[in-house]
């Protein structure tokens, strides 16, 4: 299909040039629906008035709805626009940000989706369905032990898992750490479960909070039913997980004061696994936890690294100067434009 809209755009450019615009149109439309026409052109850049005649048209169509509240996509819309998005995105250029943001990072690939994760709440939809697609992809035959972090991105992508079972494959899903004292839902033990549940995997447990005094550390280690799982953690030939901003990673850790000023003084822009990273990607902090740390990755063979938006630009940046070649980057089209912007490959 792409191969014949190129000879289309040979032939008939402003073809093109118009079915790129209204596919933006009724994807910002879906992304924000219900919203209004001052929103919308706002949000693309493009006047009122050449909007409006986009949208009249697209409301003659069938495509679109206008109502008090703003506009949204009708059935036969949103049928549409999930009809054309996958070549569109290509079409697009997705795929050559993909390889220009792989190539910068040096990992095995980026998988780069439509949109701004900050702004369109359903881009984190589509980290799931790309999670999803990857898993099913990249696990091997046999038992598999599936490690999870926790966080708000993680709880969303969740959602979107379907079964990875098998005859022939079997998932543990485990977590990768402790709670950090967050809200229950977004704590790894949760999120991994509910990945478990939706993949039709299995789940275990870790009943310990992340960070604790170094006796009670040790009291703990002697508990059978912790160390088993602490030895399934280790075991684990998959980690999906986030990347987050230091200074918010900070406060969900509920770190004293004394340690975000240590921070703000080391630049660190970006946090995970327990190490704080500066713009340049070293290590300036790492908090004592249980689980998997950073060292660990090396010998795991899959891992997914999840993460948008253009304010986690840098972030993203700094951890992946440390992520192991074998990672597989799934983010938005937002945080990889401001992380290429400048660069020439």
Known sequence: MLDELKLIEAVAPDIMDVLQERYKILRNIYWMQPIGRRSLSESMGMTERVLRTETDLLKQLELINASKSGMTLTK??????????????????????????????????????SGNSEQQPK???????????????????????????GGTTMAIVAEQLTSLEN?????????????????????????????????????????????????????????PSIQEVLNLISQANCVIHSIGRALHMAARRKMNEEELLMLKQANAVAESFGYFFNEKGEVVYKVPRIGIELKDLAKVPIILAVAGGKAKAKAIRAYMNNAPKQTWLITDEAAANEILKGVSL
């Open 76 to 113: 036969k819309g949103e049928e549409v626009y999930q009809s054309l998005e996958g070549f569109m995105d290509q079409l697009l250029g997705m795929h050559q940000i993909e390889m220009k943001l792989s190539e910068y990072f040096g990992n095995q690939r980026c998988i780069v989706v």
């Open 123 to 149: 881009v984190a939809d589509a980290f799931g369905e790309a999670l999803d697609e990857s898993l099913n992809l990249l696990l091997p035959e046999g038992d598999n032990i599936i490690a999870v972090m």
């Open 167 to 223: 005859s022939k494959r079997h998932n543990l899903f485990v977590p990768a750490r402790g709670g950090i004292g967050e809200a229950i839902t977004v704590q790894a033990n949760s999120v991994s479960a509910r990945m478990a549940t939706k993949a039709n995997g299995k789940h275990r447990a870790l009943y310990v909070p992340e960070q604790l005094s170094l006796a009670t550390y040790n009291s703990l280690l002697n508990e």
